[in-house]
C-alpha cells in the first residue's frame, strides 16, 4: 500500500511538471512571436481619421466608416483581444470545444499573433498560434503545449489565408479599413463592395456585405486554402460580424462566426466573443 501511495503521489508530481512546462514552453514562444511581431512595425502615413478620405470610396463603405469611426479619430496602431468562444474539431461535422484567447494586432505592417488555448477534454488543452508576421503565416497546435500537432509556416499559401484573417477582422479595428492605411475599394453593389490589400508579395482581394443598417455583416473569400489533412485547399470563406457595441468611442462588432463553403454546405468552425478589447494610437 506504501508503495502504491508513493506511486500515485509520483504521478501526480509528474503531471503537474509536465502540466508547468508545457505552458512555460509555450509562453517562450509567443513572447518570441510578439517580439518579431514588434519588430516588423513601421510608421504610418497619417495621425487621424480625416472624414475626406471617405470621398470617392463605394457608398456602403462611406457609410459605414461614417457611422464606426468619429471625425478626428486617431489612427490605431495596435490591438490586444481577448476572445472567449467555440472551435469546432472537426472538418467533416460539427464537434464543438470552448476556447479562450489573447490577440495582438499590429496595422502597419499588417500583422497578428492569437494565442489560443482549446479545452478537448477535462484538464486537456490544445494550445494554438494563428499567426501573420513579417510576412509569414503561421498555424501551430500544441497538445499541452508540449506535443505539436502541425506545424505550417509559410510567405505562400499559409500567409495568404492568415492575411485574409487581418483584412475581414478589420472591422474590429476600423481606421485599418481607409485607403490611407493600404485598403483599396472597389464598387459592387449598393450593399456590397471589394477591397484589396497589397502586403509584400502577397495581394488579396475580399468582398464586404454591408446590411441595412450600414455596417459590416459579411466578409468572404473565394479561394482560401483549407488544410485537409496535409493538403492546402482553396476553398470559399465567410465571416460574419454582428452585436456592434461602442468601445473607445469605435462602433465595432463583438461577437463573430467563420465558416468554410464546401459543396457539402457551410461548415461553421470559429464562434467568438470580444470580452476585452484595447487599443494603441
Known sequence: MK??????????????????????????????????????????????FNPQELQGLPEPVARHLQQVLPKGAPIIRAVEVVHRGSFNMSQTCEQWKPFTSRQRVVTRRPGFVWAGRVSIAPGLDVFVHDAYVDGEGILEPALAGL???MRLRDRGEVARGELMRFMAEAAWYPT????????????????????????????L???????????????????????????????????????????????????????????????????GTITEIHYHR
Open 3 to 48: 508503495w502504491l501511495l508513493f506511486g500515485l503521489v509520483a504521478v501526480v508530481i509528474l503531471a503537474i511538471a509536465l502540466w508547468g512546462l508545457g505552458r512555460w514552453c509555450w509562453s517562450s514562444k509567443t513572447r518570441a512571436l510578439l517580439d518579431k511581431l514588434e519588430a516588423s512595425r513601421s510608421r504610418a502615413a497619417v495621425e487621424r
Open 147 to 149: 506535443v505539436t500537432l
Open 176 to 203: 485599418a479599413l481607409l485607403p490611407s492605411q493600404g485598403m483599396q475599394w472597389e464598387p459592387v453593389d449598393e450593399q456590397s463592395a471589394r477591397a484589396t490589400l497589397v502586403d509584400g508579395d502577397i495581394r
Open 205 to 271: 482581394t475580399m468582398t464586404f456585405h454591408f446590411g441595412a443598417d450600414g455596417l459590416i455583416e459579411t466578409i468572404r473569400a473565394e479561394d482560401r486554402g483549407r488544410t485537409v489533412g496535409n493538403r492546402i485547399i482553396p476553398t470559399p470563406w465567410e465571416g460574419r460580424v454582428f452585436d456592434y457595441q461602442q468601445r473607445d468611442g469605435l462602433l465595432i462588432p463583438v461577437r463573430g462566426e467563420v465558416a468554410w463553403i464546401t459543396p457539402e454546405g457551410r461548415l461553421p468552425y470559429w464562434r
